[in-house]
């Protein structure tokens, strides 16, 4: 068994700085993509940020120039640190990764979900 513990959400106003965590544990053999997705009241859960093994990154729009995704595969955790945050990025922010378990079956994993609330 697998799983992914996000922590780091929170209340912030907006221009504020925000950084998410998200530890993976267990059965691990390797993990390989990270990311982070989001969903917001009433929408559907949309891609945020994700992170190759590599170091390779992939972002959404919308938080180009103000999220930084990045991960220490030593500890198999992945982090986002949002700046510059606004309304529109107020939801529950979703750790997802691909991991290689010990019996070399590669499955997607998703975390539980941490909430990120953006208010003045």
């Known amino acids: 068994q697998v799983q992914l513990v996000e922590s780091g959400g929170g209340l912030v106003q907006p221009g504020g700085s925000l950084r998410l965590s998200c530890a993976a544990s267990g059965r691990i053999f390797r993990t390989y993509t990270m990311g982070w997705y989001r969903q917001a009241p009433g929408k559907q859960r949309e891609f945020v940020a994700t992170?190759?093994?590599?170091?390779?990154?992939d972002y959404t729009d919308s938080v180009k120039g103000r999220f930084t995704i990045s991960r220490d595969n030593a500890k198999n955790t992945v982090y986002l640190q949002m700046n510059s945050l606004k309304f529109e990025d107020m939801a529950v922010y979703y750790c997802?990764?691909?991991?290689?378990?010990?019996?070399?079956?590669?499955?997607?994993?998703w975390g539980q979900g941490t909430q990120v609330t953006v208010s003045s």
């Open positions: 997802n990764a691909n991991v290689e378990t010990l019996t070399r079956t590669t499955i997607n994993y």
């Open positions: 992170i190759t093994s590599g170091g390779s990154t």
